[in-house]
């Protein structure tokens, strides 16, 4: 089975910080996503990548930015944390390249609850 | 561009009740169409999927068939339990190379 591992479940941090969430998936896949889950608003796309190095905004890449230096594992920077980045944060994989990656299911990792006092 | 619209809910039923959550979508051509779930306190895992049209996907005593001529693709389960009181989410890839496209759930409450 495909594991997709976010370091920590619960998160504290202080307006202001500069944030680091971790994500790493053990299946070699290509592709690693950042979602944010609000109640009411369901799951937005942050940022993705399809490759090492690679990055593409997603809706919502504002006051976020992400990296990519390892296949297995993609960073999500909160690069000065502001209370309205109080959140869950999901982050996901998926396989395949160019326009067949589109139709292979992302597989999910536990979440960060992301709490900016 | 590609959208997905589901009933919110929360819908609430009781165990060995009949389960219909309604997905409809707009899209290009003919997407893959995924549900997925999420348990309290969990991430989402893929529930079931069907890649092209009067595919029927299943898993876990719930179904869905991609219905083309109704852009749609409803979740049904024929006996819920307790244990189905979850989150379910639709989803389709979206236009273009930006991740899947979500509905923004359906939270299911089974009382025994």
């Known amino acids: 089975d495909v594991k997709v591992t976010q370091s920590s479940r619960y998160l504290v941090k202080r307006t202001g910080e500069k944030v680091f969430l971790e994500c790493v998936q053990d299946?070699?896949?290509?592709?690693m996503f950042w979602y944010r889950q609000d109640p009411g608003l369901g799951l937005r796309l942050i940022y993705f990548?399809?490759?090492?190095?690679?990055?593409e905004k997603g809706d919502i890449p504002e006051g976020y930015s992400v990296s990519r230096e390892k296949k297995e594992r993609f960073s999500l920077i909160l690069e000065s944390a502001s209370t309205n980045q109080t959140s869950m944060y999901l982050c996901?994989?998926?396989?395949?390249?160019?326009?067949?990656?589109?139709?292979?299911?992302?597989?999910f990792g536990d979440g960060t609850r992301l709490s900016i006092l | 561009g590609d959208s997905v619209t589901q009933m919110e809910g929360p819908v609430t039923l009781s165990e060995e009740a009949f389960l219909t959550i309604n997905c409809t979508y707009t899209?290009?051509?003919?997407?893959?169409l995924f549900w997925y779930v999420q348990y309290p306190g969990e991430g989402l895992q893929l529930l079931l999927k069907?890649?092209?049209?009067?595919d029927k996907g299943s898993n876990k005593g719930f179904e869905a068939t991609y219905r083309k001529e109704t852009t749609s693709f409803h979740l049904e389960k024929g006996s819920v339990q307790v244990s189905d009181s979850a989150v379910y989410f639709c989803?389709?890839?979206?236009?273009?190379?930006?991740?899947?496209?979500f509905g923004k759930g359906t939270h299911l409450i089974i009382q025994p």
């Open positions: 996901a994989s998926s396989s395949g390249t160019g326009q067949v990656y589109g139709n292979q299911p992302q597989h």
């Open positions: 299946m070699d896949h290509e592709n």
């Open positions: 990548s399809y490759d090492v190095k690679m990055k």
């Open positions: 899209a290009t051509g003919y997407p893959s």
């Open positions: 069907a890649t092209k049209a009067d």
């Open positions: 989803a389709l890839p979206g236009g273009g190379a930006d991740g899947l496209t």
